[in-house]
């Protein structure tokens, strides 16, 4: 029951990437999110103001959905967005991967910033379960239910830079996928997130800097959030980059050139190419940073930005680890 998805970008900038989802025949394009654990769509039961624009789940269309009667699920995300609404079970299928009795979370209120982004018809959480909303029971994420079918119990991430579809496998460690050796590290499960320690940073051809950072891979945050010092370290590099609070981070001429970023993974330097660092268009000329602060989170976020760069095998085994090779 193993199986492979393209994610697709959402717009020129990988701000987020979509991957189609059937549920008992209707598919939608849902983000798969590494750092949360409720599978959540847009559906008929939302007001018809919010329902604008996106591809619907209709759970009264579906001969295997089964309604679970007074759950409820409400999510609040980092970024302030948040969405809420009822739960059912119905067949799930992601590329060939496809379970029964998967909990699915009928949106019944989402915030504006979901209304607005179109392409967007749900999120599909992949962090631990340990972490999904619904109450009175908290439901299992998808790689959750489907784990016992797959021929091992990981899944990998496979994003790529600008406009081109990257995949999701799930099962399989496909090796035609990266180059040299995968480094593994142990990851910490207590906050539900895929978190580990970084061993450091660099930034273009500087010396490597020793220091632990507590951070989450994270599919669903488009950018890298890490400690302040990396960030001065790292703009320091780039002539006429400054902090822009009008735009709520680093900006810089669109022209400059970037230094690349290496994250240290134990003894593995993940090398972040400099232009993956120029996110996106600010105002005027300037551009939008692609590593910002992550001064009010709580710890380090490595998001698509970083997880493009590499490929990325989350192992869901009894020690869960994360495993990082270069492609
Ligand atoms: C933000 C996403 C979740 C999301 C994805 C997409 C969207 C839109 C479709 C509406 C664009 C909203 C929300 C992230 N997923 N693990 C998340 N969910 N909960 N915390 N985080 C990570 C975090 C936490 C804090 C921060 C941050 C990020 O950016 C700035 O401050």
Known sequence: NDGSVTASPEDAYDSEYLCPVSIDGQTLALDFDTGSADLWVFSTSLPSSEQKGHTLFDPSKSTNWKALSGYKWNITYG??????G???TDVVTVGGTSVSGQAVEIATKVSSAFVSDTANDGLLGLAFSSINTVTPKAQHTFFDTAKSSLSSPVFTADLKHRQLPGTYDFGTIDSSKYTGTITYIDVDTANGFWEFTGSGYAVGSGS????????????????I???DAVVTAYYKQVSGASYDSSQGGYTFPCSATLPNLTLGIGSYHAVVPGQYINYSPASGSKCFGGVQSDSGIGFSIY??????SQFVIFDGSSTPRLGFAAK
């Open 225 to 227: 959030y890490v400690p």
């Open 86 to 88: 009822t739960v059912g």
């Open 79 to 84: 970024d302030g967005s948040g969405a809420s």
């Open 208 to 223: 490597f800097v020793s220091s632990s950072i507590d951070a989450i891979a994270d599919t669903g945050t488009t950018l």
């Open 303 to 308: 998001g698509d930005v970083f997880l493009k």
